[in-house]
């Protein structure tokens, strides 16, 4: 497998599409094509109340938003905010480990069986002597 494409920015959509378009060996217009597909099934799925849990990465969760009682900031009058679905993503703890130890090669693909993870390694002790 090639060397993943360097991420040394913000990420934006174009950006990623970029660097997928890049690692994958795939023309820009494909990438676009997959980036976008992606995205419009994760929110459909939440859009219909469904969550969406990506192994290693995150899940996002879809609830719902009981109704309540607000303030117009320009008028100051109450208003009533009816109920309605919300989406939150929560970071699985995989992806969070990796952020914090700052971990530029950072992945959520599994590690083959019998090996240790970077996370796994770094808090096991050597046997003493």
């Known amino acids: 497998m090639k060397k993943p ?7 934006t959509t174009s ?3 970029a660097v997928i378009a890049a690692d994958c060996d795939i023309p820009l217009p494909k990438a676009h ?13 939440a859009a219909g109340g469904h969550d969406v849990a990506v192994t ?5 969760l879809s609830y ?27 970071v ?7 952020v914090r130890r700052r971990d530029p090669e950072a992945t959520i693909r599994k590690a083959p069986k019998g090996s240790k993870t970077p996370a796994a390694a770094a808090t096991t002790t050597p046997a003493a002597e």
Do not use: Y
């Open 33 to 45: 094509e997959v980036v976008m597909a992606t995205f419009d099934v994760i929110a459909r799925a």
């Open 5 to 11: 494409t360097p991420v040394d920015a913000r990420l």
């Open 15 to 17: 950006r990623l599409i």
């Open 92 to 98: 699985s703890p995989h992806l969070m480990d990796a």
């Open 64 to 90: 719902p938003a009981a109704p309540r009682k607000a303030r117009d900031p320009r008028t100051d009058k109450p208003v009533c905010v009816p109920a309605h679905q919300r989406v939150r993503f929560r």
């Open 56 to 60: 290693n990465f995150g899940t996002w």
